[in-house]
């Protein structure tokens, strides 16, 4: 993967119907627009980093192939982290300290965007769409514009499903980190006003499959009714794959960042009694513009994995493009959040977000994807 200092492109251009760009504010043309981002490229999440990113480069790589923003070509740094927090920190002050770095996009997790959220700061640059949906992210910060819904808005229509199955109890796996805990607090209070009792309660380390002592604590008898998991997807498939094993019968739901399309493959397909939240469209629905657009975009760059994960992806390139159109050039750390804070609302093709001064939470679309 690309290191900062390389000169590897993604070449993408503006003016698009699939970015919904054009040049606009010709005078004094700046030859790049340099991008930041950390994401895991490696380790047991790397298919959320790698196929993120494959969405925002179908969409960055077709916006430069068109003339870029204003006749500037968009350049992406994109670092590995691995999904640990540690290495985000490390890339993220790489990044910051690049005077040509206008915006960190894309990190993936909550532990590693939590990780950069001090340089954001300190450093004064945007930080654009993270795909994660922690309050963290949530708190008022000018500089900080998510792109999907967050996870207690997931949590709202997870635990209304949950009372509609007739659940009563729930047992939850969590990661034992800010992710996890966020994700168990967000069920938590979504569940409380419609009677769900939480618990048992355990844990998995981030970045392990290893849930043998899950099991035994949320397995014990009387068994809950359901298991809401908030991690990866490989701990998630090692789970739900060895409570089948054990005879459990009851459902398992999941907030959106486990990765639908990756713990489908890990599970082998079968994705029975299993529900998990989306905050993206469906990626096969070309009735929908902005999905078409999306394809279109994959195909160009030879992407064959079509799903959620590079969609979602996709749909944060094209808010970091707009941003971009939305102030002229010469393009600045300032500028460009001004640029994003100052978009208000915007329909991409059948997904909107809207961003003011005081809004920047992005899109407010959740959706079920639901097996019997």
């Known amino acids: 993967?690309?290191?900062?200092?390389?000169?590897?492109?993604?070449?993408?251009?503006g003016g698009l119907a699939g970015c919904?760009?054009?040049?606009?504010?010709?005078?004094?043309?700046?030859?790049?627009?340099h991008i930041g981002s950390s994401a895991a490229l490696s380790g047991p999440a790397a298919a959320l980093g790698q196929r993120f990113h494959a969405g925002a480069q179908a969409c960055f790589k077709q916006l430069n192939q068109k003339g870029g923003i204003a006749g500037a070509r968009l350049v992406s740094h994109l670092l590995d982290d691995a999904y640990e927090p540690a290495r985000s920190e490390q890339n993220t002050r790489k990044l910051v300290e690049d005077p040509r770095v206008l915006a960190l996009f894309g990190y993936v997790g909550t532990p590693t965007s939590h990780?950069?959220?001090?340089?954001?700061?300190?450093?004064?640059?945007?930080?654009?769409?993270?795909?994660?949906?922690?309050?963290?992210?949530?708190?008022?910060?000018?500089?900080?514009?998510?792109?999907?819904?967050?996870?207690?808005?997931?949590?709202?229509?997870?635990?209304?499903?949950m009372q509609a199955q007739g659940i009563k109890r729930v047992g939850v796996?969590?990661?034992?980190?800010?992710?996890?805990?966020?994700?168990?607090?967000?069920?938590?209070?979504?569940?409380?006003?419609?009677?769900?009792?939480?618990?048992p309660t355990a844990q998995v380390q981030r970045n392990s499959d290893q849930v043998q002592s899950s099991l035994a604590s949320l397995l014990a008898q009387p068994r809950p009714e359901a298991i809401f998991m908030v991690s990866t997807y490989a701990s998630s498939a090692a789970f739900i794959k060895q409570a089948r094993q054990l005879g459990y019968q009851g459902r398992f739901y999941s907030l959106s960042f486990v990765g639908l399309e990756p713990l489908r493959e890990a599970l082998g397909r079968d994705l029975s009694k299993l529900t998990v939240a989306q905050v993206v469209p469906d990626p096969a629905d070309r009735t929908i513009p902005v999905v078409a657009a999306y394809q279109k975009a994959m195909r160009e760059l030879g992407g064959k994995q079509l799903g959620a994960i590079s969609l979602e992806g996709?749909?944060?390139?094209?808010?970091?493009?707009e941003g971009l159109r939305n102030c002229r050039p010469p393009w600045t750390r300032a500028s460009l959040a001004e640029g994003l804070a100052t978009l208000g609302h915007l329909d991409l093709g059948g997904f909107h977000v809207d961003y003011g001064p005081q809004r920047h939470a992005g899109s407010s679309y959740i959706g079920l994807?639901?097996?019997p």
């Open 1 to 13: 993967m690309p290191i900062l200092g390389t000169r590897r492109r993604l070449l993408l251009a």
């Open 173 to 199: 796996l969590y990661q034992a980190d800010l992710f996890g805990r966020a994700g168990m607090e967000a069920l938590r209070d979504a569940g409380q006003p419609l009677g769900l009792q939480i618990g």
């Open 314 to 321: 996709y749909l944060a390139a094209r808010v970091l493009c």
């Open 20 to 33: 919904g760009l054009g040049s606009r504010a010709a005078e004094r043309p700046q030859a790049e627009i």
């Open 369 to 371: 994807r639901s097996e």
């Open 115 to 161: 990780a950069a959220l001090p340089f954001v700061r300190r450093w004064k640059i945007p930080f654009v769409g993270p795909f994660t949906g922690a309050d963290v992210l949530w708190e008022p910060n000018p500089l900080v514009f998510n792109v999907r819904a967050s996870y207690r808005a997931e949590a709202l229509l997870l635990a209304a499903d």
